[in-house]
T-cell receptor
Framework: ELKVEQNPLFLSMQEGKNYTIYCNYSTTSDRLYWYRQDPGKSLESLFVLLSNGAVKQEGRLMASLDTKARLSTLHITAAVHDLSATYFCAVDMDSSYKLIFGSGTRLLVRP | DAGITQSPRHKVTETGTPVTLRCHQTENHRYMYWYRQDPGHGLRLIHYSYGVKDTDKGEVSDGYSVSRSKTEDFLLTLESATSSQTSVYFC???????????FGPGTRLTVL
């Protein structure tokens, strides 16, 4: 059974600081996705990582995938308040195109 | 928003009543999914569909059934709602190529 674990589950950080969210998963997969969710809203796709060593960047967020370590990271550079949200990673479960989600990391960026 | 709508957006019902949630897409995507979101659990897959009349169970399918008689509509039914089914329900479609899923706006269901 594929399990996906995120840590930390809650992160309070000051504006301007850097931090990393971790996503570990338990079985082999080459495809990992990051989503953002604002309170009361739906999920918004952030990054699609499709191979070992994949790195994607958008603004202050950078995601990477190490399939050998079964680990993805979401790095936040010089955080700003607008990044406050909950971030989910999700892993593809074999070829059925089912996603297994982590529990989410709630990020709060303080002034 | 990949042309996904969900209805109703909010519903309050009583234990034991049947409830049907509707997901509608406008772009003929083959794969459609129903998830529920609860605090501390992320999103959990209830059922999914890979074509008209082709559906399969997810990890939390007990108490739920689905139907897909047309490409554009995927219905989720709670035959006899229970308080444990109080949740936010999201529908999603899978885009071809990158296997990325896009989500509808969600339905907040409260079972009293």
């Amino acid at each position: 059974e594929l399990k996906v674990e995120q840590n930390p589950l809650f992160l309070s950080m000051q504006e301007g600081k850097n931090y990393t969210i971790y996503c570990n998963y338990s079985t082999t997969s080459d495809r990992l996705y990051w989503y953002r969710q604002d309170p009361g809203k739906s999920l918004e796709s952030l990054f699609v990582l499709l191979s070992n060593g994949a790195v994607k960047q958008e603004g202050r967020l950078m995601a990477s995938l190490d399939t050998k370590a079964r680990l993805s990271t979401l790095h936040i550079t010089a955080a700003v308040h607008d990044l406050s949200a909950t971030y989910f990673c999700a892993v593809d479960m074999d070829s059925s195109y089912k996603l297994i989600f982590g529990s989410g990391t709630r990020l709060l960026v303080r002034p | 928003d990949a042309g996904i709508t969900q209805s109703p957006r909010h519903k309050v019902t009583e234990t034991g009543t049947p409830v049907t949630l509707r997901c509608h897409q406008t772009e003929n995507h083959r794969y459609m999914y129903w998830y529920r979101q609860d605090p501390g659990h992320g999103l959990r897959l209830i059922h999914y569909s890979y074509g008209v009349k082709d559906t399969d169970k997810g990890e939390v399918s007990d108490g739920y059934s689905v139907s897909r008689s047309k490409t554009e509509d995927f219905l989720l039914t709670l035959e006899s709602a229970t308080s444990s089914q109080t949740s936010v329900y999201f529908c999603a479609i899978r885009l071809p190529g990158a296997n990325e899923q896009f989500f509808g706006p969600g339905t907040r269901l409260t079972v009293l």
